[in-house]
């Protein structure tokens, strides 16, 4: 069965139960979920926000391009990832990734394939607010990521 993955970007935040539910809920042939929600860090009491930026449409077309990669590697029974925008404060969710497969190995995988891949190749940039009221700088892309991400080359 040929697994089509959701890929979205939005403003609002998710509901990870809501999510996870929609790839299992009634399917008899899944046998592991596989979640990862990524979250704003405060760093240390410093950062008010963190701010995403993103191209419309770029975005979502990049997302879905790395789902579907993920789908082709990996024996998926289904797939969802979400990536939020806009402005949002220490504790809220930043990105969703729910894998779903017969097997756990797969959706370990998956989801974690994506992640290294949204962090390195997903058109986002983030600059940081910061509690003092300072507009923070961009975040710069940290090369231990290209390295994660490079794993899944070979």
């Avoid at 935040?13 to 996870?20: K, N």
């Avoid at 806009?86 to 190995?105: D, F, T």
């Avoid at 983030?126 to 975040?139: A, C, I, N, P, T």
Wanted: charged share 30%.
């Amino acid at each position: 069965m040929k697994v089509t993955p959701v890929a979205r970007v939005q403003s609002e935040d998710f509901d990870v139960q809501l999510e996870s539910r929609a790839l299992a809920e009634g399917r008899k042939d899944v046998g592991a979920l596989v979640t990862f929600t990524g979250l704003c860090r405060d760093e240390a009491g410093t950062l008010s926000a963190l701010e995403l930026e993103h191209y419309p449409g770029m975005a979502e077309a990049e997302l879905m391009r790395i789902a579907e990669q993920a789908v082709q590697r990996w024996p998926l029974t289904g797939l969802t990832v979400v990536h939020r925008f806009g402005k949002i404060p220490p504790g809220e969710n930043i990105v969703l990734v729910v894998a779903a497969s017969a097997h756990r190995r797969a959706a370990f995988e998956a989801a974690d394939f994506l992640m290294d891949y949204l962090k390195t190749r997903a058109p986002f940039w983030k600059k940081e607010h910061l509690v003092d009221g300072d507009s923070g700088s961009w975040v710069e892309a940290k090369s231990g990521d290209e390295d994660d991400a490079a794993r899944w080359s070979s």
